[in-house]
């Protein structure tokens, strides 16, 4: 605790070297789940409001997808973003070195998930987010649990539904129902930035 009326400095995290990104695997990834569930690209179209022609280019790596749409697909298959990256290759089954988490990249919001775990069976989805300068989800997020974020770098604009934006800065953190839509932005047009993410449900 600190003493004469001295306040403690939150140490940041490290930032670690990116590490390939696995965004050519997110198409077939969600071809793989839609298949295993016998059902055709027609019906995931009527299903999640998102049209067949860019299902179908997007199952093929003909374009890119945005986070909001990707957690829109996976919750109706009943998976996880996790399954849509290959399982980790490290060393120790229980630890994450720097450089060999797995990503997931989405150009145009401008941002990267960096994913925490080195497999896909946790019960707990802890993500390091980075967006570019001016970056931020499009649509609005919503899932299962609950979600707490904490801000490593930069200046975050959270959106919940019923409430105004709120900017929060490095240090800052913030916990929240995961049904509860919500939207992140990057405040800032001219700086990084970084968002610790984890959530209580692999329901993405």
């Not at 793989?32 to 299902?55: H, P």
Request: proline share 6%.
């Amino acid at each position: 605790m600190a003493k004469n009326g001295a306040t403690l400095e939150v140490a940041k995290l490290p930032k670690a070297p990116k590490p390939d990104r696995a965004s050519a695997m997110v198409g077939p990834a969600l071809r793989t789940l839609r298949l295993a569930r016998n059902l055709t690209i027609a019906e995931v179209a009527k299903a999640t409001d998102i049209s067949a022609s860019f299902l179908s280019l997007v199952e093929n790596n003909k374009s890119d997808i945005t986070i909001g749409r990707v957690t829109r697909l996976v919750q109706f298959y009943g998976a996880s973003l996790t399954d849509l990256l290959p399982a980790g290759h490290g060393a120790d089954a229980d630890i994450v070195r720097a450089g060999e988490g797995r990503n997931l990249h989405s150009p145009e919001e401008g941002m990267d998930i960096f994913m925490l775990t080195p497999d896909n069976d946790r019960n707990m989805v802890p993500m390091l987010l980075e967006f570019e300068p001016g970056g931020g989800r499009k649509d609005y997020g919503k899932h299962a649990g609950e979600e707490f974020v904490y801000v490593i770098d930069g200046e975050l604009l959270l959106e919940l539904e019923g409430s105004e934006p709120r900017r929060l800065k490095a240090g800052d953190s913030a916990y929240y129902p995961g049904e509860r839509p919500h939207l992140w932005r990057n405040a800032s047009t001219r700086s990084v930035l970084r968002v610790l993410c984890v959530d209580s449900s692999r329901l993405l």
